[in-house]
């Protein structure tokens, strides 16, 4: 007799404990939530730009650097850059913004380029030498080793 009502006790017990099937649904919908956020924040980072200006020089800048980070030019001449930058603005560190600061001799570059967005810009070397360009915006800006280009005038 008293064995039935403790078996009886623990049974409602064990029923107490199971949780009600809207939680788990709850849950699923969380998780499926934060799976589409994640796929949709790698698609959208690679989104590739194409450039507005195909004479202009090809350059990408994104948090692993410029792409390409060596150019060359000749002093006297113009130098066109068409700069994509494909980082999106859910980066946290610069908000995905990045720039092309550079001075050659009298020539001086100072550039913005906005996530997921391009500028296209000009300027003419006038002395040959080595000059050195770097993003300020992201990683350390000027300190990130990876931030920086090289300008080569002949
Ligand atoms: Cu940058």
Not at 118 to 132: L, N, S
Request: charged residues 15%; hydrophobic residues 40%; positive net charge.
């Amino acid at each position: 007799m008293s064995g039935s009502r403790k078996h009886k006790a623990k049974m409602s017990r064990e029923k107490q404990r199971k949780k009600p099937p809207y939680m788990s649904i709850l849950f699923m919908i969380i998780v499926i939530a934060i799976f589409g956020a994640a796929i949709y924040l790698i698609m959208s980072e690679t989104a590739l730009l194409e450039p507005v200006n195909r004479d202009a020089i090809k350059m990408t800048i994104t948090m692993a650097g410029f792409e390409p980070n060596i150019i060359r030019a000749k002093a006297g001449q113009s130098v066109t850059i068409n700069l994509i930058n494909p980082d999106n603005s859910h980066h946290t560190d610069g908000g995905g913004v990045h720039n092309f600061i550079l001075t050659a001799g009298s020539a001086r570059v100072n550039i913005t380029v906005q996530p997921e967005s391009q500028k296209v810009f000009t300027f003419t070397p006038t002395q040959a030498g080595e000059y050195h360009w770097y993003c300020d915006s992201c990683c350390g800006g000027s300190e990130n080793p990876g931030m920086h280009g090289t300008l080569i005038v002949a």
